[in-house]
């Protein structure tokens, strides 16, 4: 086992670095998924936006950003991209909010979507000979969906 392997088991054991390591699964998701996602004329940002979108209905692009996590104006330049592409349709809300709705186009593009974000999943589970079912991923849901909540409110 070479000292880079041994000194990062060394380190992991420090719950600290935890952030890193996610971050290091992101940018990895991004590397490996984006060209699959280019081909549909996304990016793996808009394949999260579309999800989003799919299972919220009368969402609003403020509701988007926040429910990911992201910045406003990001999200409003890829809902603006994939409302060019046809994927989604914006109209009006209640005051200034605009309701997002995916277009039979943006209907069509969820499973591949859905097939790509899981696939890289399972194949990054395997590869490491972790299970779906791990007490791992029941612990990260449960620290996400308490940020996403504290975003909402």
Not at 54 to 78: C, F, P
Not at 79 to 88: P, T
Request: net charge positive.
């Amino acid at each position: 086992m070479s000292i880079l392997k041994l000194e990062r088991k060394r380190i992991l054991k420090d719950i600290g670095y935890l952030a890193q390591d996610i971050s290091i699964l992101h940018r990895q998701y991004y590397k490996d998924t984006g060209k699959l996602f280019k081909e549909q004329k996304l990016n793996p940002t808009a394949a999260c936006i579309l999800l989003t979108i799919k299972d919220n209905s009368n969402i609003n692009q403020n509701q988007v950003a926040k429910s990911l996590v992201i910045d406003k104006g990001l999200a409003t330049r890829e809902i603006k991209k994939m409302q060019k592409l046809g994927y989604l349709t914006k109209t009006a809300g209640t005051g200034k909010s605009i309701i997002l709705s995916l277009t039979d186009s943006g209907e069509k593009v969820i499973p591949v979507i859905q097939s790509i974000r899981s696939k890289w999943w399972e194949d990054r589970f395997a590869d490491a000979g972790i299970q779906p079912d791990s007490p791992l991923v029941a612990g990260i849901e449960k620290v996400v969906d308490s940020i996403v909540d504290e975003n909402l409110e």
